[in-house]
C-alpha cells in the first residue's frame, strides 16, 4: 500500500470504519484499514481490512470484494506466495484499468439470482498484449464466499440485463 501511495496520485485514509463490511467480520482489529482513492474519480478504489486470521479482506472498486488467504485451512494448498501473487495480479489489473464491474439479471441459469460480476484482464506474456488471460466472478450480494470463478469469457458479459456496469480507468500516476 505505501509503494502504490509513493507511485499513483491517490488519497491514502488509514483509520477504522472506512468499509464496515470489510470490518464487520474482525473481532478486534490487529491494524486500521487502509482505503486508496485515486484523484481521479472514474479510477476503481481499493481498501484493505487486516484480519486476525491473519489475512486480510480486500474491496476493489465498489463491489468486488476477497479475502487472502481465501480459506486458510489445512487441506487447501494455499501458501503465502501464491495469495501475494494473486493479490498482485489483481492490484496491477485494477491500477492498470483492465477492470470491470457490473450489476444486473443473470443469463446463466445456475448462477441463481446472482447480481453483481467482476471481469480483469492482464496478458500472459508482460512484453505482449496480444495474449490476454481474463478472470471473472459472479456472486450473490458483494460477498466473495458465493463467488464462481469463470476464465476465458472476456468476450461474453454474463448478464441478460444490467443494471449499472462500470469501466474503471487506470490510476493515474504522481506527478
Not at 25 to 37: F, Y
Amino acid at each position: 500500500m505505501d509503494q502504490l501511495h509513493e507511485t499513483y496520485d491517490v488519497e491514502r485514509i488509514d483509520r477504522l470504519g472506512i468499509d464496515p463490511q470489510l470490518e464487520q467480520s474482525k473481532s478486534e482489529a490487529p491494524r486500521p484499514t487502509i482505503r486508496l482513492k485515486p484523484r481521479n474519480r472514474r479510477a476503481a478504489t481499493i481498501t484493505i481490512a487486516f484480519s486476525s486470521f491473519p489475512g486480510i479482506h480486500a474491496r476493489f472498486g465498489k463491489w468486488t470484494t476477497d479475502t487472502y488467504p481465501g480459506c486458510g485451512c489445512d487441506a487447501c494448498d494455499e501458501t503465502a506466495e501464491t495469495e501475494i501473487e494473486r493479490l498482485n495480479d489483481m492490484i496491477h489489473n485494477v491500477t492498470r484499468g483492465r477492470f470491470r464491474e457490473a450489476r444486473g439479471e443473470p443469463s446463466i441459469p445456475q448462477f441463481g439470482k446472482a447480481w453483481w460480476a467482476q471481469e480483469n484482464w492482464a496478458p500472459t506474456n508482460l512484453r505482449s498484449y496480444k495474449n490476454l488471460r481474463s478472470s471473472s466472478s459472479y456472486g450473490r450480494g458483494a460477498s466473495s464466499a458465493s463467488r464462481v470463478n469463470l476464465n476465458g469469457i472476456r468476450n461474453r458479459w454474463p448478464f441478460r440485463k444490467t443494471v449499472q456496469e462500470i469501466r474503471w480507468d487506470p490510476w493515474p500516476l504522481r506527478g
